[in-house]
């Protein structure tokens, strides 16, 4: 059983509030704290410790970059 988190902790691991930087994507939280791309919170226009699920139509990229990330848990 995986960890659930609400949108308010989520929000907190944003790369500022705590050490943490954490994004949500259809449900799943992930951990993006080690990523190059994700430095201080900030990916392009995107920022961290929200759920990120609207913005991928946007994205030059596929959902397949989350099977790469580590999972935290699930949002509420």
């Known amino acids: 059983m995986s960890e659930k988190y609400t ?3 989520l929000a907190l691991r944003n790369g500022r509030d705590k050490p943490q930087i954490w994004i949500a994507y259809k449900g799943k939280i992930y951990d993006v704290t080690d990523s190059r791309l994700w ?14 699920t609207p913005e991928l139509k946007d994205a030059p990229h596929t959902e397949s970059v989350f099977e790469r990330l580590p999972f935290i848990g699930e949002l509420l």
């Open 7 to 9: 949108l308010q902790q």
């Open 39 to 52: 430095r201080n919170g900030l990916h392009y226009e995107h920022w961290a410790g929200q759920d990120l």
